[in-house]
């Protein structure tokens, strides 16, 4: 059984995610704040949180950080903010998706479920496959769901070691964000989402800082991403 946790300063709100999720066979643990969750985190095998931005004291967005320096788990976010710029910033600190409040129910469950199904689909992947890629000094190893630049680990998401394997698996073919977005995110694109560009961003600036400045991904400026042969 996959454990969630619900963290959220709104009573109302953690109990009714519980009765939905719980509902739907998940077994689910609650916070009421930032402090509270990050406890349970360490207590605790969670498999994805449903993740509040507005909070007092440690917000979604800090909780979010702190998770992403130990662990991929899934994170989906929920605020009351609908703004392009807070999304782009809930994706930046490390986040797979995002909910607007309020909220339509089943559309949080489809999008629980699709992130689980997506972690499990890569563990399982990750498990049955000791391929790995080098590209220069970067070794990709589908095995472990590491990446490494110079024998150091890159603390990448699952999303962008997914954007990252999807390129290294098809060198010198260009993807639009399109293409990107369908393959990895498994949902339909929409021309207004700009999803693909923050991930990538962040992917080019953890390889790149690695890698003291040297592009592996490049830009095909109208058309899409791709590395080189």
Request: glycine fraction near 8%; charged fraction near 55%; proline fraction near 0%.
């Given at each position: 059984m996959n454990n969630i946790l619900v963290v959220d300063d709104e009573k109302e709100i953690r109990n009714l995610l519980e009765i939905s999720l719980r509902n739907e066979g998940y077994n689910i643990f609650k916070a009421s704040c930032g402090e509270e969750a990050l406890d349970i985190?360490?207590?605790?095998?969670i498999h994805l949180i449903v993740l509040d931005i507005m909070m007092p004291r440690i917000d979604g967005l800090e909780v979010c950080r702190r998770v992403r320096e130990k662990n991929n788990i899934p994170i989906l976010m929920l605020s009351a903010k609908s703004e392009d710029m807070d999304k782009i910033q809930g994706i930046m600190t490390g986040a797979d998706d995002y909910v607007c409040k309020p909220f339509n129910q089943l559309e949080l469950i489809v999008r629980v479920k699709a992130l689980l199904r997506r972690a499990y689909f890569l563990n399982t992947k990750m498990q049955v496959s000791v391929d790995s890629i080098r590209i220069e000094s970067m070794v990709i190893d589908k095995s472990k769901h590491k990446v490494t630049i110079d024998d150091k680990e890159v603390e990448l998401t699952a999303r962008e070691f997914e954007i990252l394997y999807l390129l290294a698996t098809n060198r010198g073919?260009?993807?639009s964000a399109e293409e990107i977005f369908e393959k990895v995110w498994k949902e339909r694109y929409y021309q207004s989402n700009n999803t693909v560009m923050v991930h990538m961003s962040r992917l080019r600036d953890k390889i790149e800082h690695h890698?003291?400045?040297?592009?592996i991904i490049h830009t095909i400026w109208g058309v899409g991403y791709k590395i080189e042969k």
């Open positions: 985190l360490e207590k605790e095998e073919r260009v993807f890698m003291e400045g040297n592009k």
